[in-house]
Nanobody, 115 residues
Framework: QVQLVESGGGLVQAGGSLRLSCVAS????????MAWYRQAPGKQRELVAS???????YYADSVKGRFTISRNNAENTVYLQMNSLKPEDTAVYYC?????????WGQGTQVTVSS
């Protein structure tokens, strides 16, 4: 069973930075597309960024130019560097991958941006 463990969330002032990490196990990490989603209170979960095994990346328009997704295959880890944070970035952030057609999710890490 795929396991994803996120860390790195916290409380930060607007304009600040955070780096989220997600360690994966029980998968051949280097072959997986990895993604970060977020869910704010009362809103649907949305895709924030993704990175393929070839390191092609995708970003939601709302985070382009501020967030950077990267991966370290030797450590089975995907990162989300978040700069110039805004109050509207406040959400629970989830790591995600699809394995044998099924979505796997981490437990989530809270990011709170104060104005």
């Amino acid at each position: 069973q795929v396991q994803l463990v996120e860390s790195g969330g916290g409380l930060v002032q607007a304009g600040g930075s955070l780096r989220l990490s997600c360690v994966a196990s029980e998968i051949v990490f280097s072959r997986q597309t990895m993604a970060w989603y977020r869910q704010a209170p009362g809103k649907q979960r949305e895709l924030v960024a993704s990175i393929t095994s070839e390191r092609s990346t995708y970003y939601a328009d709302s985070v382009k130019g501020r967030f950077t997704i990267s991966r370290n295959n030797a450590e089975n880890t995907v990162y989300l560097q978040m700069n110039s944070l805004k109050p509207e970035d406040t959400a629970v952030y989830y790591c995600n991958t699809k394995h044998w057609g099924f979505d796997s999710w981490g437990q989530g890490t809270q990011v709170t941006v104060s104005s």
